[in-house]
């Protein structure tokens, strides 16, 4: 069955440090890759999505993600992060044409920012 | 402002009976979903449905019934069938078929 993998369940950094969170997909096809954050208390939300074109996408609050097809990867990066980064975070692949049902997610990284 | 909403946002149940769950959106997206989401497990998907009056099955539909009477509306019940129905669900639509999915905020249902 496609997969999509988080590495990270609970990531706990301080302000400012380096972040990075991990996502692989097992699907050899086109796909399109995605990743929503899900703040305490609020709706899940789109942060960056890559669809095609350059692979380095850049989404809200300064996040950012690179796509490396050889990999299978779409890892999250944020050179510094803050207390309002506080949240979970969810890496999703949609599989090749057809309808969302194929839209495959991650088990979400908690992400603990520490102030 | 243009959005989707859930209610009820906390619900409690006896066992035995059944729930509904409602989900109503402005967006003009043809496509809902209903997920559920429990810890350490992502997000699972219930039903979809790409147009009114269809639905389908996603991959925990046991337990659950949805009806798609108009676009805007999608509620989800949850029937005395599910075995394990205590969780917090989501109702998202999407205009296409990008994987792109608008969120409400969830209602959280506890069976006692």
């Known amino acids: 069955a496609q997969s999509v993998s988080q590495h990270n369940h609970h990531v706990i950094l301080s302000e400012a440090a380096s972040l990075e969170l991990g996502c692989n997909y097992s699907y050899g096809g086109t796909v399109n890759l995605f990743w929503y954050v899900q703040y305490p208390g609020q709706h899940l939300q789109l942060l960056l999505k890559?669809?095609?074109?350059d692979p380095l996408v850049k989404g809200i609050k300064g996040f950012e993600a690179e796509f490396i097809k050889s990999k299978f990867s779409f890892n999250l990066r944020k050179p510094s992060v803050q207390w309002s980064d506080t949240a979970e975070y969810f890496c999703a692949v949609k599989q090749g044409a057809g309808n969302n049902r194929k839209l495959i997610w991650g088990l979400g990284t908690s992400l603990a920012v520490n102030p | 402002d243009g959005g989707i909403t859930q209610s009820p946002k906390y619900l409690f149940r006896k066992e035995g009976q059944n729930v509904t769950l409602s989900c109503e959106q402005n967006l003009n997206h043809d496509a809902m979903y209903w997920y559920r989401q429990d810890p350490g497990q992502g997000l699972r998907l219930i039903y979809y449905?790409?147009?009114?009056?269809?639905?389908q099955k996603g991959d925990i539909a046991e337990g659950y019934s949805v009806s798609r009477e108009k676009k805007e509306s999608f509620p989800l019940t949850v029937t005395s069938a599910q075995k394990n129905p205590t969780a917090f669900y989501l109702c998202?639509?999407?205009?296409?078929?990008?994987?792109?999915?608008?969120f409400g905020e969830g209602s959280r249902l506890t069976v006692l």
């Open positions: 998202a639509s999407s205009p296409g078929n990008t994987g792109e999915l608008f």
């Open positions: 449905s790409q147009i009114v009056n269809d639905f």
């Open positions: 890559y669809f095609s074109g």
